[in-house]
């Protein structure tokens, strides 16, 4: 390991003018200065820019960091220099004055951090200035700290925004095998983490998961019958967040133009957003709400990325995402200055239809498509699952932080006023303004609540069991306790108490992959039940 001139938090405080490390930081900044290849999990908000960027200043050498968004380069761009901190990002929009002019202060030598995107690593002219002079042994070319890679959950076709140019990014251990890579991303899973190894062609990578408990953050989820249901929710939860910013995601562009006009008729500073409107309209949404003049942006999962406000309060995701990626990251856009915020889920089934569509008309191959299935039902037993949010949540991403109760969620404090409140039923109705799909008429919480009133002493028992049991299975397998099985699934089997595996096949949330799972050890725990 080479001599680091300075001790990281003498560079942290004199140059990015912050007093300490947050949670992750200075383990993963060891890992990449003595040379390694990392793979890093930080929360939206949790730090990761500075990872890379500290380095540059420390080696006093090019940091390179491929990102996806022009909007981010730039806005990462002016607060470096803000600090005085060499940076420069290179896109599209640039003329070839101003992309020279980038190229004359790399030139100079010394700490420099440059943004540029994925496509523009795969031109031949990329790989000729990153080596310097084509084939010249690896002592003569450029000196680089580090390649970084932002958002790097879209290399990996298992994750949940996948990008065609991110999967050739291999080209950059291909040329420079001497530049250790830092791939960073807010959200995956092992499975994601192994694939983007394999995809970059790490060496031997140093992982490190941290930060996916936000503690100022209340989850909720509620079952919502139909759309005046989720629209009085939707209600409730800007009424009861008076001050600060919004952000509700829909599932489709059609559903959030008609939330948005819904929502315009009660509150001043709504807008929407989404993929099909000119660049110019996404431009103008954007700055109207970073400028504060619309308070509530109604939005597709096409909004977000790199948007960093402090004071969004309240995400509501008005539909259910495509599985627990999308909906961690997208709450995570709340609260990220620390401050008591809202993360409300309005559930319904007909929500898991639409995604289902997504998935079947999907051209990914098989192999990917049954992954996709996997995950949409982990999202659907979270949804449905009776155990701390945020336990769930931490477990399912293996963080290196465990709880068993958070005390600040649904579940463990269903009470508390940052609750988004059941709202009065009214006349008003929604339906005909907001796009709707067949749904099965269930009210899933009541009907829960009232089939647990209806049981016995003895299904009281049996269910109780199950949820030790599932408790258990969850802690040896280390996977979230609704990966194992909802609580709508217990309440079924506490009901039914099959004995048999054809019977266990009639018990709602059992199919083939779970009765393989747990079939045998579910059957020998009813078999000790009363």
Not at 75 to 98: F, K, M, N, W, Y
Not at 424 to 442: H, M, N, V, Y
Request: aromatic share 8%.
């Amino acid at each position: 390991m080479s001599a680091i001139p300075q001790p990281l938090e003498q560079v942290l405080k004199e140059r990015f003018r912050l007093s300490a490390f947050r949670l992750g930081q200075k383990p993963i900044l060891e890992d990449i200065l003595a040379g390694k290849d990392v793979l890093a999990v930080l929360p939206t908000g949790g730090g990761k820019s500075l990872c890379f960027q500290l380095p540059s200043l420390v080696q006093n050498k090019l940091v390179v960091v491929v990102s996806p968004l022009i909007a981010l380069m730039k806005d990462q761009v002016g607060s470096l220099t803000r600090l005085g901190i060499p940076a420069g990002c290179l896109h599209s929009g640039q003329s070839e004055d101003e992309k020279l002019g980038v190229f004359r202060r790399i030139s100079q030598g010394g700490s420099f951090i440059l943004y540029l995107s994925p496509e523009r690593v795969q031109k031949d002219g990329f790989s000729r200035w990153i080596t310097k002079t084509g084939g010249a042994p690896l002592n003569q070319m450029r000196p680089i700290a580090l390649f970084a890679i932002d958002e790097a959950h879209c290399i990996s076709q298992w994750g949940h925004d996948f990008r065609e140019e991110y999967g050739l990014l291999k080209i950059l251990k291909e040329i420079r095998p001497d530049v250790p890579i830092l791939a960073l991303t807010a959200s995956a899973t092992p499975i994601v983490l192994r694939d983007v190894e394999k995809r970059l062609g790490l060496t031997s990578p140093a992982r490190h998961v941290h930060g996916f408990y936000r503690p100022n953050l209340y989850y909720q989820v509620e079952t919502c019958d139909d759309e005046n249901v989720k629209m009085r929710y939707l209600k409730q939860a800007v009424e009861q967040t008076p001050t600060g910013r919004v952000i509700v995601y829909g599932g489709t562009r059609k559903s959030v133009e008609a939330v948005a006009r819904t929502l315009s008729r009660y509150y001043p500073g709504v807008d929407y957003y989404h993929a099909g409107l000119s660049p110019g309209a996404r431009t103008k949404a954007q700055e109207s709400y970073e400028k504060g003049e619309s308070r509530i942006l109604v939005a597709t999962n096409a909004f977000g990325m790199g948007i960093d406000h402090p004071d969004v309060r309240l995400v509501v995701h008005y539909h259910m995402p495509a599985n627990i990626d999308a909906l961690y990251q997208e709450m995570g856009r709340a609260g990220r200055d620390g401050q008591h915020s809202t993360c409300l889920m309005l559930y319904s089934k007909k929500d898991k239809g639409l995604q289902s569509f997504f998935i079947t008309q999907s051209d990914a191959a098989a192999e990917i498509k049954k992954l996709r299935w996997n995950t949409l039902d982990a999202l659907v037993n979270y949804a449905e699952g009776g155990e701390c949010r945020h336990a769930g949540i931490l477990t399912y991403y293996h963080d290196s932080q465990r709880i068993e109760a958070c005390g600040h969620c649904d579940t463990c404090d269903p009470p508390s006023p940052r609750k988004i409140q059941e709202p009065a039923r009214s006349g008003e109705q929604f339906s005909s303004e907001i796009p709707t799909r067949a749904s099965k008429k269930k009210k899933a919480k009541k009907a829960a609540i009232a089939a647990e009133e209806s049981f016995d002493g003895v299904q009281r028992e049996r269910l109780a069991a199950l949820k030790e049991w599932r408790k258990l299975k969850a802690k040896e397998l280390d996977v979230a306790a609704f990966m194992v099985f909802s609580d709508k699934t217990l309440r079924d089997l506490a009901e039914r108490n099959p004995r048999s595996r054809e019977a266990l096949r009639e018990v709602y949330g059992i199919g083939e992959q779970k009765l393989e799972a747990f079939g045998t050890d579910l059957l020998a725990e009813l078999a000790r039940g009363p």
